[in-house]
């Protein structure tokens, strides 16, 4: 990575010390044989596109995907147990541990960005694994998980598995997160003690690889009983049962490069769920952007994000 953010330097000073020449160049005496204006003027619009195209492509490649932002989200729930108003929860996903943004090293600054906001309850919603890649390599989960082990929030610390967790082995990776205390929730329910009451945590399963068992998973909480649901992939959210009134999901890193005005380039989500909070028939969903890349090594308009959401008891204004 260092190679290459040198020589991206120097392209962009090349172009930025060719514009500038161009801007000042005097075309001279007629009797010189200077060109005329508009070529000139053409040359300075020509590089300051090709200056505008190398910037935008060495941010989104070697800035963008290495930043890391905390985004506060707060969502207010009808019939939220009001002990439980103002819960806190850290929501992280699609890690993609590499060599190349996602290192070791700033693993460490994201469990300790995560751990200085304090959150009651953390969920890890997937994708641990990277994609296999002329420049990134695949870090193991003998790796990643003991960095991860060091998470803290009174309430404990939560996990469902991706799509690429699954190709490379779902089974190794459950393993090793559970081994470092996460505990992992594939169509699974876990009850969670909280502030003199309780609520559960529901993990669906992966949409893309894995049997879904939505409405036997839920159907394992007793009724009445307040629930969050956690998946990695939106998509899900139609079939989601209506007494599920929350469900937290990731795998669309937001579309990894959104323009403004034009949005996202690419979206994973047949339904257009790439990021943010979507309620329909107050039924609540809310998509992080996660933090790592896959696939091609960029983010442009969407930086990897440590999301602190706070759950509100009341009705939606």
């Not at 103002?86 to 699609?94: E, N, Q, T, W």
């Not at 909280?194 to 049997?211: C, K, P």
């Amino acid at each position: 990575m260092t190679v290459a953010f040198v020589v991206a330097i120097a392209v962009l000073l090349g172009l930025l010390l060719f514009l500038y020449n161009e801007v000042r160049r005097s075309p001279g005496p007629a009797q010189w044989g200077h060109v005329s204006r508009w070529p000139r003027r053409l040359r300075i619009a020509f590089a300051a596109i090709v200056l505008f195209i190398a910037g935008a492509v060495f941010w989104g490649f070697l800035i963008e995907p290495g930043r890391l932002v905390i985004r506060e989200q707060t969502i207010q729930i009808d019939n939220w147990p009001q002990p439980l108003d103002g819960l806190r929860i850290a929501v992280l996903s699609d890690i993609h541990v590499d060599n190349w943004f996602i290192t070791e090293k700033k693993l460490r600054t994201i469990v300790e960005r995560t751990n200085q906001r304090q959150p009651e309850l953390i969920v890890i919603l997937g994708d641990y694994i990277s994609s296999k890649g002329r420049t990134t390599i695949r870090v193991e989960p003998e790796v990643f998980a003991p960095v991860l082990k060091d998470l803290r929030a009174p309430l404990g610390v939560y996990s469902v598995l991706g799509n690429h967790d699954w190709w490379y082995n779902g089974a190794k990776v459950r393993t090793a997160l559970e081994q470092n205390g996460i505990k992992v929730l594939e169509n699974e329910s876990a009850k969670v003690d909280a502030r003199g009451t309780s609520f559960w945590l529901v993990g669906l399963a992966d949409l893309w690889t894995q049997r879904q068992r939505i409405a036997d998973t839920v159907a394992t909480v007793p009724e009445g009983q307040p629930l969050i649901a956690l998946t990695h992939n939106p998509d899900i959210f139609p079939n989601v049962p209506q007494r599920v009134p929350l469900l937290l999901a990731g795998h669309t890193h937001g579309g990894q490069v959104r323009f403004p005005i034009i949005g996202p380039v690419v979206e994973s989500s047949k339904y257009g769920w790439v990021h943010g909070h979507v309620l329909a028939d107050n039924h609540h969903l809310f998509v992080t952007t996660g933090i790592g890349t896959s696939i091609i090594p960029v983010r442009f308009g969407l930086p990897p994000e440590i999301v602190i959401l706070t759950l509100k008891s009341g009705s939606q204004n």
